[in-house]
Structure formats: C-alpha cells, structure tokens
C-alpha cells in the first residue's frame, strides 16, 4: 500500500480561450499566486460562465489518487474544512480510494487551486487558497496506515508551514520504526529557495525516492546543469528521478543511469504532469518493479493526463492500457 500525507485542495479548471481573462484579474501568465478566500471567490465567480470542473487536488493527492486508478492500494492524509469544497474533495477521494483519512475540521475553509488553462498551449495560471490545508492536527495521522503500507509519499509543501510540518516530521519517524520506504516530491523551486534547510535532512537522511524536475535539481545542486544536479543527489539518495518534461525523465538507481523517453501526444493541460509521473512512478514501485521500469510507466501516465483537462487520469481502463 501507499499511503500519502498532503495539503487538499479542490482543483477548479477552468478553459480560457486568451489572456483577456488574466489581465482582468490582474495575474502574470503561467505562475501561481496564494491568494485568500475572499479573493479566490471573487476569481470564480469571474470565470464560471466559461465552465468549471472541480475536482480533489493537491501534489500529493493527484500522485495517490494516481497510483490508485492505475492499481495500487492507497491512502490519503489531509484536512478539508466544513463546506461544499471539503464534502467535493471527501466524495471524490472517497470515488477512488475507498476508505481514507481525509479529516472534515472546522477550522476554516477548504483549500482551493482555480487553475486557468490556456486554449492555445495549454498553460496554466494559477490562483490558490491553502484555506486550511495545512492545519491537520497530530491527532489525524493514522499509525495503522502508515505501518501497513510499503511506501510513504509527501512533498515539499508540507515543510513551509503550519500544523502539518509536525505531522509530517511524526509520519517519517513511523516510516523510520518500520521500514517503510519514503518517497519524496520536492514540489516547487520556490520551497526550495525558502526552505532548504528544513527539507534537506528529508532529502538526504530519510527519503528512498526524490522527484525533482530541472529547475528545482538546478537549485538543490547549486550548478546550471540539471543532470550533475542528479548525480551528485544520487550519491546520497537510493533513488533519484529528475523530470524533464518533453525531453523525457532521467532515473539513477545503483549506479546506474537510464534515460526514459517521453510519450509524444497533443497537450490540453499541463495541470499535475509530475504529479502523475511520481503517482505512476510508485504504482511501479509498489509493486516490485525496478525504478527504470516505473519511470516508462511515470512517463505514459504523465503523457496521458496532459492529454486532458484535470491532474489526474479518471478513466481506469484507459489508464491501465495506456501503461501496458
């Protein structure tokens, strides 16, 4: 089993067919923007005559719900608040995990990311409410889970703030207690540029796997080249899988280096690509595969969910055929 700790956030897509929408609302194109609740709502309700798809996200969640599609057992760490969003995110994760720890608190909002994809290269921008995603209490986390599965998930944004650092940092040292491998999304540059030194003991001490894709091994490494990046990470972790997108991924295990290439389609939305590489990635690695292996699945499940509007592939016939 899998089992993942992250922050829940109710993806809301939404399809642009120009820029007109983001200067209105004041955004730079093709970044994230943490916004409050007040003014994610009004965003919305800007956009809601083009069409909104709402659906459970977060990095974590889309790399658990993921693997779940493509097969796997797995369980969901998160806290969503006591309104519409946090029953949506509940039902959805419940649609497709069956039984998890999704908490219902009181104590605020749901998270919410209004992602607005461009018609004309599918890229996104994005407006983000963390509400109270970071808010779980130590008292949510499930001993039962963690010790029953084979491999732990969580990212880098669990470590910027928040309650959920704690719970973090109490979910690794049950991974420790029990041979559990850990595995490790980096998530972002900027949590890299803001938070180096808490994420580096996880790094380097605690993860068996790390996700990073070329910018963010550019900044782990100090160096302009992406794969000496991975290379020299490789040195300490057991498994390091860098994410080059077009180009493909790039996975070093046991010395070795093996080059993966990317499966050519039509992009719609690059909304949760290396989410669902990593989701892929540990279906593979769940089920004994070894790491080249399951980066060539990584890389399938990636290329499907871009060729649709959403984080994660729902079709799970689809998904199980697509990757063989």
């Not at 998930?153 to 029990?178: K, N, S, W």
């Not at 690695?285 to 994660?312: F, H, K, M, N, Y």
């Amino acid at each position: 089993m899998i089992s993942g700790l992250g922050n829940a956030l109710v993806d809301a897509l939404v399809r642009i067919p120009d820029d007109e929408v983001l200067q209105r609302l004041d955004l730079r194109r093709g970044t994230m923007h943490l916004v409050d609740d007040a003014r994610w709502v009004t965003a919305l309700r800007e956009v809601e005559a083009l069409g909104v798809e709402f659906a459970p996200g977060g990095s974590c969640a889309n790399t658990i719900v993921t693997a779940a599609v493509l097969g796997a057992e797995a369980d969901l760490h998160a806290n969503v608040g006591p309104d519409r969003f946090g029953e949506i995110y509940v039902e959805g994760a419940a649609s497709v995990l069956g039984e998890h720890h999704v908490r219902r608190g009181d104590d605020g909002p749901t998270g919410k990311c209004l992602s607005l994809i461009s018609e004309a290269d599918a890229e996104r921008t994005m407006l983000t409410d963390l509400g109270c995603a970071m808010e779980l209490p130590l008292a949510a986390l499930s001993r039962e889970s963690l010790r029953a599965a084979s491999i732990f998930h969580c990212t880098g944004y669990l470590f910027t703030g928040g309650p959920i650092g704690a719970v973090a940092d109490e979910a690794l040292a049950e991974a420790a207690a029990h041979d559990t491998r850990v595995s490790f999304d980096v998530a972002d540059p900027w949590v890299i540029e803001a938070h180096r030194e808490r994420l580096a003991p996880v790094v380097h001490e605690q993860a068996h796997v790390v996700f990073l894709n070329a910018e963010e091994a550019k900044l782990w490494g100090g160096v302009d080249d992406p794969v000496a990046a991975a290379e020299a990470l490789a040195q300490r972790v057991p498994v390091v899988a860098l994410k080059l997108g077009s180009k493909g991924s790039l996975v070093l295990w046991d010395g070795q280096r093996h080059e993966v290439q990317a499966t050519r389609v039509a992009a719609l939305d690059t909304t949760g690509a290396g989410d669902a590489y990593a989701g892929g990635f540990l279906y593979g690695l769940d089920r004994g595969l070894a790491p080249p292996r399951c980066a060539e699945i990584a890389s399938r499940i990636a290329a499907l969910t871009v060729s649709q509007v959403g984080a994660v592939v729902r079709d799970q016939d689809l998904a199980r055929t697509a990757i063989g």
